[in-house]
């Protein structure tokens, strides 16, 4: 299956390429529909997020979606936004490929770690990336500005 010449990793630029990850993209955020995610995709671009795909022959079964951040506890690395592997392709190995393909691609140009989140209640996701090397690190928070109250009302 991770022969050379059936199977690569690249980035996805192109309009088509884009449209060809939408259906895979939006297993994983399945609250964004098509207009949303192009116009919120668009933006990402602009701020330096890169998006890329693994193929099995002309079939694309997985995306990745990064940016290159620097930070005073990580210093420069890789902060992996999006990683999905379509449905019925997963436990093929393809996130796995992807994710040694970011590993790569991350060291040679300098960075220092490659970081993700993960929803709490993605379990099987967690064994997945404690299996490929990833260690549990910090908890991430969020404050919703629509909807939160304000610390001391």
Same mark, same amino acid.
């Given at each position: 299956m991770d022969d050379a010449t059936t199977t690569d990793v690249r980035e996805l630029t192109t309009g088509p390429e884009f449209e060809a990850a939408y259906p895979i993209l939006r297993e994983l955020r399945d609250h964004l529909d +098509?207009? $949303?995610? #192009? &116009?919120?995709? *668009?933006?990402?671009?602009? $701020? =330096?997020?890169?998006?890329?795909?693994?193929?099995?022959?002309?079939?694309? &079964?997985a995306v990745a979606g990064i940016? &290159?951040?620097?930070?005073?506890?990580?210093?420069?690395?890789v902060f992996v936004h999006d990683l999905v @592997? @379509? $449905?019925?392709? +997963? %436990? *093929?190995?393809? =996130?796995?490929?992807?994710? %040694?393909?970011?590993? *790569?691609?991350a060291s040679d140009?300098?960075? #220092? @770690? &490659? *970081?993700?989140? %993960?929803?709490l209640w993605r379990e099987e996701a967690h064994r997945f990336y404690e299996e490929v090397g990833y260690e549990k690190y910090c908890y991430s928070f969020k404050y919703d500005l629509d909807h939160g109250s304000r610390v001391g009302d």
């Open positions: +098509r207009a $949303e995610m #192009e &116009v919120t995709h *668009e933006r990402m671009r602009e $701020e =330096g997020y890169l998006l890329f795909g693994r193929y099995d022959g002309s079939e694309l &079964v940016t &290159v951040d620097t930070n005073f506890y990580l210093g420069k690395h @592997t @379509t $449905e019925s392709r +997963r %436990s *093929e190995g393809h =996130g796995s490929a992807l994710l %040694s393909f970011l590993h *790569e691609w140009r300098d960075c #220092e @770690t &490659v *970081e993700l989140e %993960s929803g």
